[in-house]
């Protein structure tokens, strides 16, 4: 392969129809709670995490329905589970259950 | 897909196009890279349609590139293309064309200015007289160089040697037609058929026998991209984009692409090589890659005109398999011989495109 | 001697002006263009937010209208309209003449023309088609299916088309797009169980009583997506389904998806009737293109002619709820003004 | 005569329980954590093993616990288990008094009445088969009741009873033959020899009247001594095994011994003890409130036994530790839960490495006021103003950038994970010299205390401030609301603290008495470790615990958590506030009384 001194840029756009959407259907089979988010970012905002470092749990919800599970593991082992989350949530959404289920995800489809 | 809806579309955007007496403005790339197009549109408009056309020695680039790429400013370049006007009504001349597609953006883009801002107009003006003691008029008609050979493309057709019918099957030919970005999506009305479904160069190949095909990513920018290019670092940005679009054209086995602008035909062209070289793939079946013409070219293959005199050979991408399909001869040992007969250095075979020597 | 009222146009508007002051011993004329009374709501199938059967308004607001102080005329258009003293006098294509002690326009609103939105090949693209044709699909059939006659596996909603779009010429919301789709998504879900359904929405306006409960029912009863962003383009694919390309504005990141159909949401536009009436009787438009109202809040069935009312869709979208509300004070107040 | 061909299934059945059980409480005592058996050793030669004698007599036999929690389910459990042993110890007795040696084989005792026909006197004879009769009678009695229980559990109070399998089974039909066919064996040997007493006579004679007794006898000794061995033989592998489990289990228990992070041994013989008796099931809310029964501490001890733990049973449990707190047994409910989650649970690490410590100040007290305090923030201004008021030097320690305390991690069974943020905290505790670390929140409270291993005193707010009040910084003023004091899972099941909340609020308002108190109160249902609970289920609990606290109708709702606050003031008009907030409305400074902020004795913490 030849050296041109630049590689072809990766694609930022989302190809849903490329993506895995198995880790979403777990999540949601498991905490159907998660399909109801509007993603008003409360979450975010109250975050003790997201206080303390680049870590979006809105963005990542979004994500995971778009099927980007790409450093998924790393973000979301960012969270520490206070569970500020789900008391701000105006959903109802068990968010701290969606956390762990898609810990669960990440390992069963790793 | 409806063709009737198409059609409506179609309609909404004819635009004027004056029948003769041009004034020609040549575009920097084409010139350069596929040197015989431009010729070859001269000798279409004089030779074949009998129509007066002054290609004139005296205008510059239009700054364009330099432009885009934020090293020109707009005053500058509109002072330019101020002086092409002048040099146009100094010849008694009020329709142009002009060749190139970023061209054509900067002076749609500067007479639409002028339209709305009658105090730029002024200073145009008055930097021209300033700086070069001339004067000017708007021109009565501003076409691209594909508009005209549009509107005389039934006229090319009664003439033709050739048709965009592949001789073995019988099939019209599978081309993807390829509008620069500046033609018509800056201002849709400036564009035969508009920006969604431009009709410019469907039109020629309908009318000379092949059949477009409407493929997903038809709309995406080749691109270039000015910057995007200029900068080898984002270089990577630039072929991203043309790997895109060959990705989604691939199904459809197209025959060759065609392009009514010089930097869209370089680079699907050539990042054709550069995909290969980097990933090996190549996006038709036998590993040649896909032709890309322009449309001066393409005019220039269906009325007879010798490949290598079009300068087809000046392509990354060769045109044999097209040739063959399309049944037009060429003598391989011609390829490669200059004016005088003699032979110019043979370009280096790519590692995975393949090439006919 | 009584008093008389014509009204123009017999959508649901008129029809409920019209028995609203009929029950105040106000005789009233009402004049329909087409052969049928019930405007666009006579053309639906199912309502927001109950999906109740739309024939079930028509049926009553039809009721109500046989009374001694109604005349109907349908398939009757406007000519020309001339004041004078404080009388109105009406010529119609048959050739008639009405006198009138007041006028109420309620011409409505007509389709935004989808084909105008280019890029998303309405018109162009077999598997694209408007809210209206879905509406009319789920009326007349059974099932749902692409135009090659296979059930579709992934549908597109698409929101605010022709709504809030400098693009195409209008700049308001149409108020009832968001409630239809998430409502069409419903009923389109119930036919295709094992279809996915996006909804493209720029923002999702569930401002009406039950909206946001059935926003709601739609993610959690029936697994419908919603996808916040504006559609740029759609292109055909060899097997006509469609690519469509929206940024993910919730993820910052383009997004590209193939669906089978894609709906286009169609806004409410001013009608070319209220147009054409509005500029012959010298009534003020808002930027809008809809009928103006010089006090917003207290007076908004009044125009800036004495005499001449409004009611429903001529002044801005409306739901039905919103329209028969606009057209029973548009009734009070033809009642005060001409007694 | 001491011997018939009959008793050879109960020996097999006695020889075959003791060597069984002799190899399983050696495997279990072998595995024990290293700390574990130290403590043994320790604790052996001491007066532990003796309460630990008498707690297995008062557990074991007497079921004092149950007899708590349910009279009639205690006299069933007691006459089956201390009748039983009396029966034992008796019939030995009687057996040695008419042999007049010490040793005899096992049966002989248990098949006196057909080896012993002569009316032969021996000491104390008339009152031995009285006793015997007596004691069978008993027996009978409580049988009776666990028959009824079986068909129809609300008659001793339990609204669900637990489900068998196959080696119960078993075991539970022998144990009901044992006794009844005791009763006819010794009744038919009676009505041949008549060497019964009042029931066994009496019946016996009756019998005779109409029944070959002669043939029917030996049959029926047959029965009893297949009955016997058979039950002996279910035993280890049925639910009857926690009878012995328990005793080693009251016995290592007594000695310190304990579950901790990780399932141990210990946690082994505590999930082996459990009788099944099911009285944490009524005292379950996700039973109660939700009717859902599949979940509920005697469920999920099985499932552990059975490998078969599921998510459901793992993630619904909110730890509220009410089932805990009416154990008969006194299984760590909420403990084993916990080891659980860290066993099956996901495996991941996370590294936190995003911490960086803010600023820190150096002070008397640190507060910490916990992630949840954060969304309540009327608790965190009530605790400055009450420093402020008192004077205390205090450093906020997580006013801004907080990190978790980590029990949330905890519960959910990532205790690695959770170690790095004790470890965070814990350096920033440090530093600040403080000798006294305040917090708002009660499951923050309860990891400090458990899991920090701080050498310095971890008080909850409610402590403090009463701290602040005997020692006469804080003044309150008494108010006339009419308050209810709701106690939270974590303060009072979880640490204990009932007194003082009660005692500051005895200060400030009327306290009124309610329902569900202290041990018994019930969980809010906000809880964090409830993982798989819907927000509909959370407020269907959250609404039952309300209405409970509701019934006196008080002025307002007190509690000591953010949590419990933030969850209740959303279902209830009347208002929900912190006990620190009550406080710091009623607290006030005398006039022109300097507080003096030397350094005083020990132990009061809130001066250095």
């Known amino acids: 392969m030849k050296e041109f001194g630049f590689s072809i840029t990766k694609d930022r756009q989302i190809d849903y129809d490329q993506n895995d959407h198995r880790l979403l259907n777990f999540v949601l089979e498991n905490e159907p709670s998660f399909i109801v988010c509007i993603s008003c970012g409360g979450c975010t905002a109250t975050c003790s995490a997201g206080n303390l470092i680049d870590f979006n749990i809105r963005k990542l919800n979004i994500l995971i329905r778009r099927g980007e599970t790409e450093d998924l593991e790393r973000e979301i082992n960012k969270c520490m589970l206070c569970g500020k989350c789900m008391l701000v949530c105006p959903r109802g959404i068990n968010t701290r259950n969606v956390i762990l289920k898609i810990k669960e995800a990440i390992q069963k489809f790793r | 897909m409806k063709t009737e809806g198409k059609k409506r579309v179609w309609e909404d955007y004819q635009k004027e196009i ?68 002048a040099l146009m009504t100094e010849n008694g001349y009020e329709n142009m064309i002009i060749s190139c597609v970023t061209s054509f953006g900067i002076y749609t883009e500067i007479l639409e200015t002028w339209k709305h801002f009658p105090e730029v107009l002024a200073r145009a003006r008055r930097y021209l007289k300033k700086a070069t003691g001339r004067e000017f008029n708007i021109p009565k008609n501003v076409t691209h160089a594909s508009d005209i050979i549009y509107k005389f493309k039934d006229q090319i057709a009664a003439k033709a040697k050739y048709r965009l019918i592949n001789q073995q099957t019988g099939e019209p030919l599978k081309v993807v037609e390829h509008i620069g970005c500046h033609y018509s999506k800056m201002f849709p009305s400036w564009g035969v058929g508009g920006a969604e479904f431009p009709y410019v160069l469907q039109g020629m190949v309908e009318s000379w026998g092949g059949e477009v095909i409407d493929y997903p990513e038809r709309r995406h920018c080749c691109g270039f991209g000015f910057r995007q290019y200029i900068v080898r670092a984002n270089r990577g940005y630039s072929v991203a984009n043309s790997k895109k679009k060959f990705e989604s054209m691939k199904p459809y086995k197209p025959d060759f692409v065609v392009c009514n602008c010089p930097g869209c035909t370089m680079f699907m062209d050539k990042w054709q090589y550069t995909i290969s070289e980097m990933e090996g793939k190549t996006y038709d079946e036998y590993g040649f890659g896909i032709p890309v013409l322009t449309y001066e070219e393409m005019a220039g293959l269906v009325l007879g005109y010798d490949p290598w005199e079009l300068g087809l050979q000046m392509h990354q991408v060769q045109s044999e398999p097209l040739l063959d399909k399309m049944g037009i001869p060429y003598d391989p040992a011609e390829k490669y011989k200059t004016a005088s007969g003699k032979t110019f250095r043979l370009p280096a075979e790519p590692t995975s495109l393949k090439v006919c020597v | ?123 162009i693209y077999e598997n694209v088609i408007t809210s209206v044709d879905l ?41 009832v797009c968001c409630i239809t789709a998430v409502k069409q998504a419903i009923e389109v879900k119930q036919k295709l169980p094992h279809a996915e359904i996006f909804c493209f929405y720029m923002d999702l306006r569930m401002y009406g009583k039950k909206f946001e409960e059935l926003y709601r029912e739609a993610q959690e009863k029936w697994g419908i997506q919603f996808v916040r962003g504006r559609l740029s383009e759609a292109a055909e694919n060899m097997d006509g389904s469609l690519q469509i390309k929206s940024e993910d504005t919730l993820s910052g990141r383009p997004l590209k998806m193939n669906v089978d159909l894609m709906v286009l949401m169609i806004g409410m536009v001013p009608s070319e009737s209220t147009t054409f009436l509005g500029k012959m009787l010298g009534i003020h438009f808002s930027e809008d293109g809809f009928i103006n109202h010089d006090d917003i809040h207290l007076e908004n069935n009044l125009t800036n002619v004495p005499g001449i009312f409004t009611a429903g869709t001529v002044t801005s979208p409306m739901t039905i709820t919103d329209t028969i509300a606009d057209a029973r004070s548009a009734a009070l107040k033809i009642a005060t003004y001409i007694s | 005569m001491t011997y018939h061909h009959f008793v050879i299934p109960f020996n097999i059945g006695v020889a075959v329980l003791f060597a069984i059980i002799l190899v399983k409480f050696t495997i279990w005592i072998v595995k024990l954590e290293p700390v574990d058996k130290k403590l043994i050793r320790k604790n052996f030669f001491s007066i532990k093993t003796l309460e630990a004698v008498k707690e297995s007599f008062m557990e074991g036999l007497l079921h004092r616990k149950i007899f708590m929690v349910n009279p009639v389910l205690g006299y ?189 041994s210990y946690s082994d013989i505590e999930v082996r003890s459990c009788s099944r008796c099911g009285i944490c099931i009524d005292a379950c809310q996700i039973n109660k409130s939700l009717g859902m029964n599949t979940i509920q501490s005697v469920y999920f001890l099985r499932s552990i036994r059975e490998n078969n733990v599921d998510d459901e049973k793992l993630f619904t449990c909110m730890l509220c530790g009410r089932c805990e707190n009416v154990c008969p047994v006194g299984i760590q409910l909420s403990d084993l839960r916990v080891t659980q989650r860290t066993k099956n649970g996901v495996r991941n690490t996370s590294s936190y490495d995003f911490l960086n410590p803010p600023p820190y100040k150096i002070a008397d007290v640190v507060y910490f006021a916990g992630c949840m305090t954060h969304l309540t923030p009327a608790i965190k201004k009530s605790m400055l103003k009450i420093f402020d008021i008192a004077g205390v030097n205090y450093y906020f320690m997580d006013s801004d950038k907080e990190a978790c305390c980590g029990r949330p991690l905890i519960l ?24 006294v670390l305040v917090t708002s929140c009660p499951i923050c409270y309860k990891t400090f205390k458990e899991d920090y291993r701080l050498d310095i005193h971890v008080m909850h707010h409610t402590e403090y401030i009463l701290k602040l009040v005997e020692v006469g910084i804080l003044l309150l003023e008494k108010g006339d609301s009419r308050v209810v004091y709701h106690d939270p899972c974590e303060l009072g099941r979880g640490l204990g603290i009932y007194e003082e909340p009660r005692i500051l609020l005895e200060k400030v308002s009327r306290l009124l008495p309610s329902d569900d108190e202290k041990e018994n109160a019930l969980c809010c249902g906000g809880s964090l470790a409830g993982f798989n609970l819907s927000s509909a289920q959370k407020n269907a609990i959250r609404d039952d615990a309300l209405a409970s606290l509701m019934k006196s109708n008080p002025d307002k709702l007190i509690t000591s958590c953010p949590l419990c606050k933030k969850t209740f003031s959303r279902g209830t008009k009347v208002q929900v506030q912190d006990i620190a907030e009550l406080i710091a409305s009623s607290a006030y400074v005398p006039e022109k009384k300097k507080i003096s902020l030397k350094p005083e004795a020990e132990p009061v913490p809130v001066l250095s």
């Open chain 2, 18 to 85: 004056a029948e003769d007496h041009y004034y020609f403005q040549r575009s920097c790339i084409r010139q350069n890279f596929f040197p015989g197009s431009e010729t070859a549109f001269l000798k279409i408009l004089t030779g074949e349609l009998g129509r007066d056309i002054m290609d004139d020695p005296h205008h510059t680039t239009c700054t364009g590139i330099g432009y885009h790429a934020d090293i020109v400013p707009f005053d500058t370049t509109m002072t330019v293309v101020a002086r092409h006007f």
């Open chain 3, 1 to 123: 001697m009584t008093k008389k009222v014509v009204i123009i146009g017999g959508g649901i508007a008129g029809m409920e002006a019209a028995s609203t002051l009929s029950r105040m011993n106000i005789d009233v004329l009402l004049i329909e263009k087409k052969q049928q009374l019930g405007g666009h709501v006579g053309e639906w199938d199912h309502l927001f937010p109950n999906f109740r059967n739309a024939r079930e308004i028509t049926r009553s607001l039809l009721y109500d209208l046989q009374d001694k102080h109604i005349k109907i005329c349908t398939s009757t258009e406007i000519t020309g309209i001339s004041k004078k003293s404080g009388k109105f006098e009406v010529r119609t294509t048959q050739q008639q003449t009405f006198k009138a002690d007041s006028i109420l326009l309620s011409t409505g609103f007509d389709l935004f023309d989808a084909r105008k939105k280019e890029e998303y090949g309405y018109g």
């Open chain 4, 76 to 264: 069933m459990h007691m006459s089956l288990a201390f009748g039983w042993f009396l029966l034992i110890v008796f019939g030995n007795f009687q057996a040695q008094f008419y042999t007049r040696t010490v040793i005899h084989p096992p049966h002989y005792p248990i098949f006196f009445n057909f080896f012993v026909t002569s009316p032969d006197e021996y000491l104390f004879k008339a009152s031995f088969e009285f006793l015997m009769d007596l004691l069978l009678l008993f027996i009978l009695t409580g049988l009776m009741i666990a028959i009824t229980k079986r068909f129809y559990s609300r008659i001793v109070g339990l609204k669900k009873t637990t489900r068998l399998k196959f080696f119960d089974r078993l075991a539970l039909g022998s144990l009901w033959l044992i006794f009844p066919l005791r009763l006819f064996a010794e009744s038919f040997t009676s009505g041949i020899h008549h060497n019964g007493n009042f029931l066994t006579g009496t019946l016996g004679d009756a019998f005779a009247k109409f029944l070959p007794v002669e043939q029917l006898a030996l049959p029926a000794w047959w029965g009893y001594s297949i009955a016997l061995g058979a039950f002996f033989i279910a035993l280890p592998y049925s639910r009857y095994m926690h009878i012995p489990a328990e005793i080693l289990l009251i016995f290592l228990r007594s000695f310190g011994v304990r579950t901790r992070r990780n399932y141990s």
């Open chain 3, 135 to 175: 509406e009319q699909k789920l009326k007349e059939s059974n099932v749902l299916t692409m135009a090659s006659g296979v059930i579709p596996k992934r549908i597109a909603m698409i929101h605010c088309v022709g709504s809030r779009d400098e693009k195409s010429g209008y700049f308001h919301c149409s108020k």
């Open chain 4, 412 to 435: 959910s069974g990532h205790y690695e994970n959770a170690a790095k943020l004790i470890d965070y905290n814990k350096k920033l505790i440090k530093k600040s010299k403080a000798k």
